[in-house]
Structures are given as C-alpha cells and as structure tokens.
C-alpha cells in the first residue's frame, strides 16, 4: 500500500513509487525553488507549492492550523500517536481511494515531525493534469450541463463507497485536461457507513461554497437552476447506484 520508515525524529510515508527517490529535501520549498523547479503557487489559507522533479509534477502542502487556535499554534498539533496524526490518516485514506478506483491525486509521500508532544506535517501529491476547479471555470464561464452532470455523478460515486470529505467546496473539485473530475484535499476525510445525513450535509457545505463565491467574486457565471441540475443528477445517480 505504502512504505514507512523513520529519520531521527522525522517519520517518512511514501508511494512505492517514489520511495527510493524521497529524501527529507523534498518537503521544503526552498530546496525546490533553489534548483528553480518550482512551477506554480496556490495561495489559500495556506500556500500550496508546484514542483517538477523528472517526469512527476507534484503539489507540496504543509499541515497548517485554522482559525483562532492557528493563530496561537500555527502548524503545532499535539501529537496521538503516529496513526492518529491528521498527515497519516490523510495519506493512508487517499491510498485507499486510489484502490477503490476513485479520481483522487496519487499521494506521493508525507512528513510527521515529531518532538516530544508536539508534531507537524507536510504532503505531498501528483499534481492533477492541466487542472481548472470550478471556481476557476466560473470566474471564466458558466458550467455546461454535462460537466454538472460529472461533478454530480463524481461526487455520487464517492458518496456511495462512504467517502466524507470534510471540506467540500468548489476549490477541492477539479476538471483534469480532458474534463474528467478529480477531487482533492482530504485532511480530516474518512472512510464512513453511507448515510443520508452525512451525504446531505456534504452537499450542503457544497451549495453553501457556490453562493459565498458568487458574493465575493465580481464575475461569476452561477445561477440557482444550475445546483438544482446537479443536485437531482447527484439524487438519481445515487438511487442507481445504490
């Protein structure tokens, strides 16, 4: 599934893949941009960073805290044991959901670095081909109903194996090069008995993520008809699949 092993008090996770070539250098950004690889930056709450090594282009993300407690203890987490950490349930799950076949980046490797009670982490991920989010698209374009209808379905597809997505919002849905949906960013996601609620309040936090767009960008091609278009696509793939 994955490769583990330890340095002093860094603890490395790693694709099969890319094992024999991850080295603690490759969870700093400096070191990237010193060999000038560095190939895009996505600014949120915290900066995401693109990275070219050989054939892999890769996203680096540090673990960092939200909300008022991260303004006291910025990227601190108290540490729960190795398996516990919010780095390895991430890595481990995005495993998982390669091996159920669903459209998530191909998680590279992770960093836990742990001292005495304390810990921080980093990921990182292959970068999704020539990537747009919808949020991207809409500041461009209104969505076609065939891409709702894959939004739709995509999500339906992972609401059915019993992925939650704990953040669920038009940043973390992404169309690849050739318009496959891809969904990423799955910090504090878990594998969970399919259920009504949870799936309803996914979409939710979903439509709540399409208006609060819309409020703060000057051009955004939403309308309400359009989420009534992928909430029944999403309904009726659901019933099928289920």
Do not use: C
């Amino acid at each position: 599934m994955f490769k583990q092993h330890v340095q002093g008090n860094h603890t490395l996770l790693s694709h099969p893949k890319y094992t024999s070539q991850i080295t603690l250098d490759w969870f700093d950004a400096n070191y990237w941009q010193q060999q000038n690889k560095i190939v895009g930056a996505k600014k949120g709450r915290a900066t995401a960073w693109f990275f070219k090594q050989d054939e892999l282009t890769a996203v680096l993300r540090h673990y960092w805290r939200g909300g008022l407690v991260g303004k006291l203890l910025s990227d601190q987490y108290l540490y729960p044991g190795l398996e516990q950490t919010r780095v390895f349930k991430e890595f481990s799950l995005m495993s998982k959901l390669i091996e159920l076949g669903l459209n998530v980046p191909t998680p590279v490797a992770a960093k836990v670095t742990h001292s005495g009670l304390i810990y921080r982490g980093d990921i990182i991920t292959e970068a999704v081909k020539g990537a747009k989010s919808v949020l991207d698209i809409l500041i461009e374009r209104p969505l076609t109903e065939d891409e709702l209808e894959r939004i739709a379905k995509t999500i339906a597809l992972f609401h059915s194996k019993g992925v939650y997505h704990a953040d669920l919002n038009i940043n973390n849905i992404l169309f690849d090069d050739i318009g496959d949906v891809y969904i990423i960013d799955f910090d504090r996601g878990e594998i969970r008995a399919p259920n009504p609620q949870w799936q309803q309040s996914n979409m939710a936090r979903l439509e709540r993520s399409f208006l609060k767009e819309q409020g703060r960008n000057d051009v955004f091609n939403w309308q309400a008809s359009d989420w009534q278009t992928l909430h029944s696509n999403y309904l009726k793939t659901l019933a099928n699949i289920s």
